[in-house]
């Protein structure tokens, strides 16, 4: 008899809903006893159970039919570039249309929302918003630079050997059309002023921030992973910089730390030098400090190439 009161495996190791404990011939008196949790209607999780986000948003997409997991919740989900500060966050966003009732679950952000149907997706039986709507639906909560970042992920191009993909996840123009579908959305305005600012090119947040910066300080925008060889698809490449000023900027981030990387990196920079290129590298210290010692160094490097070449094409004179 006692083993009849033992839960399914399935059901031990994760939340679960009422209809996939029925399904597994659990009683509803059995859900009522201590090593059960009853979270809200329709759902229940192991009491030693230790959260983890996946379950939960796979628990609460299934007993909430009609709606999907959105904003924080699925940018985590999907690994999406997110500031320091929600990157661990283990809040459950779930979005509803118009013609549902409203989420009242505890512990859920409930937030009713128009989507088109090529905004959600299904994605290992989870019913998701896209990683374009998610950036969209974040509008609403990030700054501008952040949305920046995360834009910018989204229309890299990709590296095949690391990623297994070809495509970028959107474009520009494609996040363009998306924010021209939802003019009332709140946190448009901060969309639009985000798209105005995103670029194909950066391969990771920090490089993003750096380039912001240096807009924000007057400089002149930087071509972004820039050959030493035009052309030469087997060229060592800078992150950011300005060939008409032979200045290569490159942002180490900890990867960089590695022995392996770390002779690749000064195999990179050692071609640059010696075409007389200055390199000016840059790691997680100055992201700390918001790159401003950064921009100092950059605007030296840009005086000293003044002075070096002051008939340059592209800029109109010493920064």
């Known amino acids: 008899m006692q083993k009849r009161n033992i839960l399914p495996r399935h059901l031990a190791a994760a939340p679960f809903t009422i209809d996939s404990a029925r399904a597994s011939g659990v009683t509803a008196n059995r859900l009522r006893r201590r090593d059960v949790v009853h979270v809200g209607r329709g759902l229940y999780r192991p009491s030693d159970w230790n959260f983890e986000l996946e379950a939960a948003a796979r628990a609460l997409s299934a007993a909430s039919p009609g709606a999907w997991i959105s904003h924080v919740t699925a940018a985590r989900l999907r690994c999406q570039l997110l500031p320091p500060w929600l990157a661990d966050s283990t809040e459950l966003h779930l979005s509803k249309p118009r013609s549902l009732p409203s989420v009242r679950r505890k512990g859920v952000f409930g937030h009713t929302l128009l989507a088109r149907e090529d905004e959600i997706e299904l994605v290992d039986g989870i019913r998701i918003s896209t990683r374009s709507r998610t950036w969209l639906d974040l509008a609403r909560t990030l700054p501008v630079r952040d949305l920046v970042c995360m834009g910018d992920e989204l229309v890299r191009i990709p590296r095949v050997d690391f990623e ?156």
């Open 164 to 319: 297994g993909r070809t495509r970028p996840y959107d474009t520009v123009e494609g996040l363009r059309v998306l924010a021209a579908r939802h003019p009332n959305l709140q946190g448009i305005v901060r969309a639009r002023e985000a798209l105005d600012l995103i670029r194909v090119g950066s391969d990771s947040g920090p490089e993003s921030l750096l380039r912001l910066a240096m807009t924000d300080a007057g400089l002149p925008e930087p071509d972004l992973q820039l050959p030493l060889r035009a052309g030469d698809p087997l060229s060592p490449t800078a992150d950011l910089g300005y060939r008409h000023r032979r200045i290569a900027i490159q942002y180490d981030g900890e990867h960089h730390l590695l022995g392996a990387q770390i002779l690749s990196d000064r195999r990179r920079d050692k071609a640059f030098e010696s075409a007389g290129w200055t390199v000016l590298v840059f790691d997680k210290a100055d992201l700390a400090d918001n790159f401003e010692q950064a921009i100092g160094r950059i605007k030296r490097g840009l005086r000293n190439a003044w002075i070096d070449h002051p008939y340059a094409s592209g800029f109109a004179g010493p920064v």
